[in-house]
DNA sequence: GTGAAAGCGCTAACAT
DNA sequence: ATGTTAGCGCTTTCAC
């Protein structure tokens, strides 16, 4: 019943453990005959070597850390998804776990995966608390941001979404259909950098077309789903002569959509929805969501290549450079639509 | 640059290995001078326990190995959160893979973890591999089942969904509404047996309500976007006089609501539409849909919470007797009606 | 081509 | 209360 090790395999197939050890590795020279007893010894013991023993010798684990913020969102979902299958093709196992954003979680989280000795960790890092991104990297092992960068540590290997690009083909797109006064629902500037960034670049777009900010019009909500709902219903309410809205991320599209059904708003008829963050069921919504998606599993993939072929794996590898910038896509599908001549003040209700 | 060893901080200390290591875990007696001088040089110099040196010495590693089929289907995301949730209380690490309802990658990926020497298994398992599952118990590992069985291994531990009583109350709950031709939108036989399951619960609460189970009303989709559309599609013109229709996952509801929306079927006016598997978007769904769902997150913390209990983690723990089943919850939105006078046929189009 | 032996970092007897 | 030592299962010189 104990587990059976090298020197079981060695003693069974009459050869040193050295010898095994060359047959499983694949290292060295060993003559045919002695290369097939050992496989039959170990076929026949059923032995499955250590990765215990051997990534104690070696110091390495090829183990590599993922934390994410929350794995039931689709994106983080999707992206997993590309972390997995690079690891898998590449022989590496995935540690996982979630931080919620919560700064102090995801501290934890880094120290036991330092504790088990991951070769590299990959996060979508939460905003303040670089100290815990310095201990990485003093600690010499692999890392690698998605998704957010981590201001303090530039230089470190990151792989992003081009969500500037985004929302600035969002806004062309919606007034070059003839918007003007176009709303945006965005997050609490605290909460993150890219949030803030969104709603910079939306601001800079309209100016560059010649469109008027409108202050009242830039709302920003915190990250639950009431207070989304009710930022945007207010918005709604606030200013019904605004004709499309641009929502930062699907909690805040789903409540834009949400709360224009519950004020009968027809989408795109009444009020133009775009929404930057793709979900698997913009489609499936009705109308289907024009949304900005961006390439969640190829950020994983890409972002897991980053720490495979890191050179300094274990060697301190900071200042990858600049970081790797993926395209987003604008989808074009049916919640936005030419502003009528008909103004919302006229519609049932 | 190497990194610091228990060793270093004994010397450090000014103490032993061995006292180091009682400080560290806990165990024996140490006077509080000692202790305190242990714990700054520990601090001092940013140690970190290697989990690689204790697991082989204690031979426990708290390594948790998941595989479910897919990590961007909802369930298994928010039934991972759960496990993840679990875990991380216990201070377990949780190592995940995909398997994409491949066989030949599920027995690759337990490979896998029984070289890390995970403690235990969690898996949805795939269909028609009990070797696999075998040897998983033979090595001496923990393993728990979750929304599937296997036949091949009763007895295991097991986290189940009550799917039974949820297709049985849906029906009902049609047959409630007044509806009498109520349609079956299933996976193929081979697919799975919770699919073969659903089928026949939904004959046999049909036929106890004294309803007629009709042959042309049962049809079967493969696992695939288009195959599930083109047989809800087929479904609804060839007999236009269905007034409902219960789909045995979110992708066939999925593919229901769609081809109804082509076929300018208004739902529930026309046909009510119910699906067995909820989904985040749901009631984002225009009507929103009325569902079975599943506990996925408290299945999976549960999951985690048998491997962990489970008595003898490293000694063949086997025959946890009967499967642990969580209740289903008819969650009723809009998407279902009472059945109206107008018939099908006199519908615009 | 192959075996013996020295550790990798840790814990758990066993001494003291 | 604390130090010494023997491995846990493996890879890797170093001899032969």
């Not at 020197?7 to 010898?19: N, Q």
């Not at 991951?118 to 690698?144: C, F, H, Q």
């Amino acid at each position: 019943m104990a587990s059976v090790t090298i020197k079981d395999v060695a003693a069974a197939a009459g050869v040193g453990v050295a010898t095994v050890s060359r047959v499983l590795t694949g290292t060295g020279s060993v003559s045919a005959a002695t290369r097939a007893k050992v496989l039959a010894a170990a076929k026949n013991l059923d032995y499955r070597p250590s990765a215990l023993g051997r990534s104690l010798k070696t110091q390495r684990t090829g183990g590599i850390g993922l934390i994410i913020p929350n794995i039931s969102d689709p994106f983080c979902a999707d992206f997993t998804a590309g972390v997995l299958a690079c690891a898998h093709g590449q022989g590496g196992q995935v540690l996982i776990d979630v931080s919620h954003d919560d700064p102090a979680i995801e501290a934890e989280i880094v120290e036991r995966f330092a504790e088990q000795r991951v070769d590299g960790i990959i996060a979508m890092p939460v905003r303040g608390r670089p100290e815990t991104w310095k201990s990485v990297a003093s600690l010499g092992l692999g890392l690698v941001f998605a998704g957010r960068t981590v201001e303090e540590l530039p230089g470190t290997a990151t792989v992003l979404a081009d969500e500037a690009g985004g929302v600035r083909s969002v806004v062309e797109y919606l007034v070059g259909l003839g918007h003007r006064r176009v709303a945006f629902l965005g997050g609490r500037p605290a909460e993150s950098s890219t949030r803030r960034e969104h709603e910079s670049v939306f601001r800079a777009t309209l100016e560059e077309l010649g469109v008027a900010v409108e202050e009242e019009l830039v709302v920003r909500a915190r990250p639950t789903a009431d207070s989304a709902y009710a930022a945007a219903a207010s918005l709604f309410m606030r200013r019904p002569d605004l004709t499309a809205v641009v929502a930062a991320s699907h909690q805040l599209g789903e409540a834009a959509v949400l709360a224009s059904r519950e004020l009968n708003l027809r989408i795109p008829a009444d009020v133009s929805i775009a929404v930057v963050d793709d979900v698997p069921w913009s489609e499936l919504c009705d109308p289907p969501l024009t949304v900005v998606s961006r390439p969640a599993q190829d950020m994983g993939y890409r972002a897991c290549e980053l720490l495979l072929r890191s050179p300094g794996t274990r060697e301190g590898g900071r200042a990858q450079g600049r970081p790797v910038v993926l395209p987003t896509e604008l989808v074009v599908r049916a919640s936005c639509g030419p502003v009528t001549g008909s103004t919302r003040t006229a519609r049932g209700r």
